[in-house]
């Protein structure tokens, strides 16, 4: 395909990783002109990715052109029912190419032939090269077009070429077992199947009430439509087989819709792939304004060609998380050295320092997962990147230093060490309107905390007050996780820690155990306490400053700060009242909704005609 010997070709579907990308991250704008720039910003993190990570031997980029194309000659309503995209999206395409440029990558387009196609054939001229010169080959293909799950194969002796597709936004690596769970068939028969179940976001028809996994089970008992159809008797239901007879003719022409066309002869003008990272990052910072991610760009150096060996697996290769926002780097290590605070010389220095930073990242370790019962280990702070401490906590109900009625001395405190008295100082800075205080889940740690400084359990109908005035000012980044970047799986510490920051914490189960010997935290050794808890009061500050610095996102920052924040003491007050339940009343309206469901299901067996198990799915839609 290539006149340099190629080991690994990445073929990136760009339209495909453009919509995804504008979909992901909502409300970036460029400052100097209100251009909404999300979708390129997603877009140049996945070529960041894609080029210092993948470290391909060739890398193209494959876009669909304008106009239609053979399957709309085949079947006029293709793609038909597809939205024109938002002008919003419109506004960025003529910046797409120049970025694609700016990063050293050729492009590949030719009119009246989709992407899809040009990958297919680029594939298919890759094996065959690869074949003829007994070369192993890796050909990844940046995507998550489930179409192109025709294409992945493993390499074999006789044809040493492997192909995967990689989701960089989920990390996630797809071979031909992921053709065996999508479509139940591998890869070869996926556009068997396709031609039966039809493909919606396509248009494509199939055959109407034959879904994925019906499709899935003809095709893997009979292998294509041609022996489905020659058989059509072996169909044990009748309604199936009427069904496959009426729509014969969808069913092949959905097929052929389906089908990649391998035999395109492509235009490899200007191939060269010479990746350019400072080029690209003064591109983003002068042209888009995403100046955090040029300066990230800028400390990689531009990878070397990859040396790999000849039995290399594709199976090996590492993708580093990358996340759909403008946000810093981080370490792969350890990010500090973080001190124990043992005295009250050490606990006074740290609350000054907090004081005089203006902000403070505090997380609290405990023995139980439920905020109510959850008695206060130690207190984790953080007043900068990698600049944190833990301190193990006297308990409330300690005894008195002279010893116990017994004579005994007081026992030792949490990881074998004395613990101090933190309550006043701890109060004090949780009031201080002047330092803001940030928390992960910030709740539980409210929670905690009121138990710890006796207010909670409530005393009296007054209490929420002072419940809800005990932090103030204050910010929650799993709150502002959830408003900026609701697309992400999840926002527990550690997930957007990974995504967000590129950085793996300390596992929990790592540090108690798991099982009949998990430990309590507080029988957990200092050193290692330390190095857990200080690690999560720094990964808030530094998810903090991530977030904050993505710019432009006013509606979901809205939210954030008018309803979710606002929101937060409301919600740990109603907690620690509680709820008044009426249990009889519940009772008599479960008995009154379990009567008119038998007097409904009987209704609907009536007009059915015979009777049939509502309950399932399976019955229901027969009827």
């Not at 876009?63 to 038909?80: T, V």
């Not at 531009?302 to 199976?315: I, L």
């Not at 810093?328 to 220095?349: D, I, K």
């Not at 155990?513 to 029988?523: E, P, R, V």
Request: aromatic share 6%; with cysteine.
């Amino acid at each position: 395909m290539m006149s340099q010997p190629m080991r690994h070709l990445v073929l990136i579907d760009g339209m495909g990783f453009v919509f995804r990308a504008y979909h992901a991250v909502r409300g970036l704008t460029r400052a100097r002109d209100g251009l909404p720039v999300n979708a390129l910003f997603g877009f140049s993190q996945m070529l960041v990715k894609v080029v210092t990570d993948l470290t391909p031997d060739q890398c193209v980029m494959v876009l669909d052109s304008k106009g239609p194309n053979w399957r709309h000659a085949l079947y006029p309503a293709y793609k038909a029912n597809r939205d024109a995209p938002d002008e919003a999206l419109v506004r960025q395409l003529p910046y797409l190419e120049p970025l694609v440029a700016a990063f050293g990558l050729p492009l590949l387009r030719q009119a009246g032939v989709e992407a899809d196609d040009l990958i297919a054939s680029a594939v298919r001229e890759a094996v065959r090269e690869a074949v003829v010169g007994g070369e192993a080959v890796t050909i990844s293909i940046v995507t998550s077009d489930k179409d192109l799950l025709q294409l992945v194969r493993d390499g074999t002796p006789d044809c040493p070429v492997t192909v995967r597709l990689v989701d960089t936004l989920q990390d996630k690596i797809s071979g031909p077992q992921a053709s065996v769970d999508k479509f139940g068939v591998p890869p070869a028969q996926v556009a068997e199947v396709q031609g039966l179940m039809g493909d919606s976001s396509d248009n494509i028809p199939g055959i109407k009430g034959v879904g994925p996994k019906t499709a899935g089970e003809l095709i893997g008992q009979f292998g294509t439509l041609e022996n489905l159809y020659a058989n059509l008797d072996a169909v044990s239901r009748a309604t199936l087989r009427d069904k496959l007879v009426a729509e014969r003719n969808n069913a092949f022409l959905s097929r052929d819709l389906a089908r990649l066309k391998d035999d395109v002869v492509l235009d490899k003008t200007g191939w060269g792939f010479h990746p350019a990272l400072h080029q690209a990052a003064e591109y983003l910072r002068n042209e888009l304004e995403f100046g955090t991610l040029a300066r990230r760009l800028e400390t990689r150096p531009t990878p070397p060609p990859p040396s790999r060996g000849e039995n290399d697996r594709f199976d090996t290769l590492r993708l580093a998380p990358v996340a759909v926002k403008d946000s810093p780097a981080a370490p792969a290590e350890a990010w500090g050295n973080y001190e124990a605070v043992l005295t009250p010389e050490r606990w006074a220095w740290w609350l000054a320092e907090a004081r005089r930073v203006g902000r403070v990242a505090i997380d609290t370790e405990t023995t139980s997962l439920n905020p109510l019962e959850a008695r206060l280990v130690g207190i984790s702070l953080c007043v900068g990147a990698g600049k944190a401490c833990y301190v193990p906590v006297k308990a409330v109900h300690a005894v008195a230093a002279s010893g116990d009625l017994f004579g005994a001395s007081t026992p030792p405190g949490p990881h074998g060490v004395e613990g101090l008295d933190v309550r006043e100082g701890l109060r004090a800075l949780l009031a201080d309107p002047t330092v803001v205080k940030m928390g992960h889940n910030l709740k539980y740690d409210w929670q905690v905390l009121a138990r710890y400084l006796g207010l909670m359990p409530l005393a009296d109908v007054g209490g929420e007050a002072a419940l809800g005035g005990l932090i103030a000012p204050y910010e929650d980044t799993l709150l502002m996780s959830a408003c900026l970047q609701p697309s992400r799986g999840g926002h527990g510490l550690d997930a957007v820690t990974k995504a967000l920051l590129g950085h793996t914490m300390i596992a929990y189960k790592d540090v108690v155990g798991s099982g009949k010997a998990q430990l309590t935290f507080d029988a957990v050794p200092l050193d290692t306490a330390v190095a857990y808890a200080a690690e999560d009061a720094d990964a808030c500050w530094r998810i903090y400053e991530a977030l904050s610095a993505l710019g432009g996102v006013e509606g979901p920052r809205a939210v954030y700060e008018t309803l979710e924040r606002p929101l937060l003491p409301v919600i740990v007050a109603m907690e620690a009242r509680g709820v008044r339940v009426d249990i009889p009343l519940l009772n008599r309206l479960s008995a009154r909704m379990a009567a008119e469901m038998a007097r409904l299901e009987q209704e609907i067996v009536a007009l059915a005609g015979h009777p049939f198990n509502v309950q399932s799915t399976q019955q229901l839609a027969v009827v």
